[in-house]
Antibody
Framework: QLQLQESGPGLVKPSETLSLTCTVSGGSISSSSYYWGWIRQPPGKGLEWIGSIYYSGSTYYNPSLKSRVTISVDTSKNQFSLKLSSVTAADTAVYYC???????????????WGQGTMVTVSS | EIVMTQSPATLSVSPGERATLSCRASQSVSSNLAWYQQKPGQAPRLLIYGASTRATGIPARFSGSGSGTEFTLTISSLQSEDFAVYYCQQYNNWPPSITFGQGTRLEIK
C-alpha cells in the first residue's frame, strides 16, 4: 500500500533554511492524480498546513508562510520536498507529509500521512 | 482565514459512554470538514471527511454531522483505544487555505 516517509536534518540553525524530503512508495506520484502536502505540529500544539503540490509542479501555500516556503516535486525519484527559509525557534515542529484524498484537488482532507520528522531550530 | 474552534479543550468520559466533540467555523465551510484522531507519537489518522463520511476502516461508532459552521463528532461507545486528541479541519476555500482546529483531548474519566 501507499506509504510516505519524511527525511532530512533534525537540527537547523536560526536564519538558515530547513529542507525536508518526502519519499512516496507503493505508488507513483506522477501516475496518480493527487496533490501532496506538508503539515507541521509544534511540540504540544496543533496542526498547521504549510502547502501542497501536484506532480506537474502546481503549488499552493499557506498565506502566513508563503514568503518563506518552497515546495517542489521530483517525479524521477518519486519524492516531493519542502524548503522553509529564515527559520526561527518558532519553526521547531514535527513535520508531516501527506496525500490529499481527492483526485486532482488540494481542497480536500489528508488520507495518508508519513510518520513525521522532528526538526529543531537551535544554534 | 477561516478559524476553526473546537470545544471543549478537554473532555473526560468513561469507557462505554458516548463522547460528543464540537467544531465551529468562523464562516461557512459547507460540508468540507474532516476529523482526525491523533495518539501520542503518531501521525493524525483520518476518521471523517465531507463532514459525515467515515474513512476506510473507521469503525461505525464514529460518526460526524453538521454543515455550514457547526459540526459534531460523536463516538457512540468509547473504547480504550479511542482516548486521544481529535482535530477538525476545513478545506472549503479556493484558492486552498486549509486550517485545523486546536484540538480536543479525550481522556478517561
Amino acid at each position: 500500500q501507499l506509504q510516505l516517509q519524511e527525511s532530512g536534518p533534525g537540527l537547523v540553525k536560526p536564519s538558515e533554511t530547513l529542507s525536508l524530503t518526502c519519499t512516496v512508495s507503493g505508488g507513483s506520484i506522477s501516475s496518480s492524480s493527487y496533490y501532496w502536502g506538508w503539515i507541521r505540529q509544534p511540540p504540544g500544539k496543533g496542526l498547521e498546513w504549510i502547502g501542497s503540490i501536484y506532480y506537474s509542479g502546481s503549488t499552493y501555500y499557506n498565506p502566513s508562510l508563503k514568503s518563506r516556503v518552497t515546495i517542489s516535486v521530483d517525479t524521477s525519484k518519486n519524492q516531493f520536498s519542502l524548503k522553509l527559509s529564515s527559520v526561527t525557534a518558532a519553526d521547531t515542529a514535527v513535520y508531516y507529509c501527506a496525500r490529499h484524498m481527492g483526485s486532482e484537488t488540494p481542497v480536500d482532507a489528508f488520507d495518508i500521512w508519513g510518520q513525521g520528522t522532528m526538526v529543531t531550530v537551535s544554534s | 482565514e477561516i478559524v476553526m474552534t473546537q470545544s471543549p479543550a478537554t473532555l473526560s468520559v468513561s469507557p462505554g459512554e458516548r463522547a460528543t466533540l464540537s467544531c465551529r467555523a468562523s464562516q461557512s465551510v459547507s460540508s468540507n470538514l474532516a476529523w482526525y484522531q491523533q495518539k501520542p507519537g503518531q501521525a493524525p489518522r483520518l476518521l471523517i471527511y465531507g463532514a459525515s463520511t467515515r474513512a476506510t476502516g473507521i469503525p461505525a461508532r464514529f460518526s460526524g454531522s453538521g454543515s455550514g459552521t457547526e459540526f459534531t463528532l460523536t463516538i457512540s461507545s468509547l473504547q480504550s483505544e479511542d482516548f486521544a486528541v481529535y482535530y477538525c479541519q476545513q478545506y472549503n476555500n479556493w484558492p486552498p487555505s486549509i486550517t485545523f482546529g486546536q484540538g480536543t483531548r479525550l481522556e478517561i474519566k
